[in-house]
C-alpha cells in the first residue's frame, strides 16, 4: 500500500461550488505540502502544514493539517474553472527531509 | 531567470541513444532532486543530493545515472533506455535544514520523456 493515500480520485464540480480534497499518510508526518499541476507540467508549491492544527490560506484555497490522524484536508471555496488540475499532497515521512513522498494525486475539473 | 528551470522541455530517444537533461536552480539551495511522474503513478524520487551528499532510491535502474557537479545544476544521464521508461522527469530544489526541519521543495517544469 501507498504511504500517502488521496481522496477522491478525481472530481467533478460545477463552478461556485465547495470541494474538499483529503490526504492521509501512514506514517508519521514532519510536514504536508500541497501542490497543483496542470497536465503535463511541474508542480507548484501551494501551501506547507508543520504543526499539528496548522491551518493556512491562499487565495480561495485553505488546508488543515490533522496531525493525530495522520491527515490533511485541502478545501476550495466558491470553485473556479482556474482551480482545475491535479492536485498532489506531499509529506516528510522522516524530520531529515530525505524521505520525500507523493500521494497519487486528486484530479479536479470544474465545470462553467 | 529564476526558480527551477529544466531542458529539454520535451525529448524523443530510441533505445540506444545517450542522451542527458538538465537542472538549474536560481534559488541558492543546497539540494536538489529527480523524480520519475509516469501515468497513473505517485511521483517517484530517484536521486537527492543534499549538501554533496547522493542519497538514490535502489529501484532505480543504472541505466539512469545522475551528476551533480555544483549546488545549482543537475544532471540526469539516460543511455540504453526501455520504452517503459517514457515518463515526465521533474527536477526540484529546497533548502535542506540539517537540524531536521522540514523543507519545501521548488519544482521545474519537467521534461517528457519518449523512449521509442
Known amino acids: 500500500s501507498q504511504e500517502l493515500e488521496q481522496s477522491p480520485q478525481s472530481l467533478i464540480v460545477q463552478e461556485g461550488k465547495n470541494l474538499t480534497i483529503n490526504c492521509t499518510s501512514s506514517?508519521?508526518?514532519?510536514?504536508l505540502y500541497w501542490y497543483k499541476q496542470k497536465y503535463g507540467e511541474g508542480l507548484i508549491f501551494l501551501m506547507m502544514?508543520?504543526?499539528?492544527?496548522e491551518e493556512k490560506s491562499h487565495e480561495k484555497i485553505t488546508a488543515k493539517l490533522d496531525e493525530k490522524k495522520q491527515q490533511s484536508s485541502l478545501h476550495i471555496t466558491a470553485s473556479q474553472p482556474s482551480h482545475a488540475g491535479i492536485y498532489l499532497c506531499?509529506?516528510?515521512?522522516?524530520?531529515?527531509?530525505?524521505?520525500?513522498?507523493f500521494g497519487p494525486g486528486t484530479r479536479l475539473s470544474v465545470l462553467p | 531567470e529564476t526558480g527551477v528551470t529544466q531542458t529539454p522541455r520535451h525529448l524523443v530517444m530510441g533505445m540506444t541513444n545517450k542522451k542527458s537533461l538538465k537542472c538549474e536552480q536560481h534559488?541558492?539551495?543546497?539540494?536538489m532532486y529527480w523524480y520519475k511522474q509516469s501515468a497513473k503513478k505517485p511521483l517517484e524520487l530517484m536521486f537527492v543530493?543534499?549538501?554533496?551528499?547522493?542519497?538514490e532510491n535502489n529501484s532505480v535502474p543504472s541505466r539512469f545515472s545522475p551528476e551533480c557537479p555544483n549546488s545549482s545544476h543537475l544532471f540526469l544521464h539516460l543511455h540504453t533506455l526501455q520504452p517503459e521508461d517514457s515518463a515526465l522527469y521533474l527536477c526540484?530544489?529546497?533548502?535542506?535544514?540539517?537540524?531536521?526541519?522540514?523543507?519545501?521543495?521548488?519544482f521545474g517544469p519537467g521534461t517528457r520523456l519518449t523512449v521509442l
Open positions: 502544514l508543520q504543526k499539528g492544527g
Open positions: 526540484a530544489s529546497s533548502q535542506h535544514d540539517p537540524s531536521g526541519g522540514a523543507s519545501t521543495q521548488y
Open positions: 506514517k508519521t508526518l514532519y510536514g
Open positions: 534559488l541558492g539551495h543546497n539540494a
Open positions: 543530493y543534499s549538501l554533496e551528499e547522493r542519497v
Open positions: 506531499g509529506a516528510d515521512i522522516r524530520n531529515y527531509g530525505q524521505n520525500f513522498v
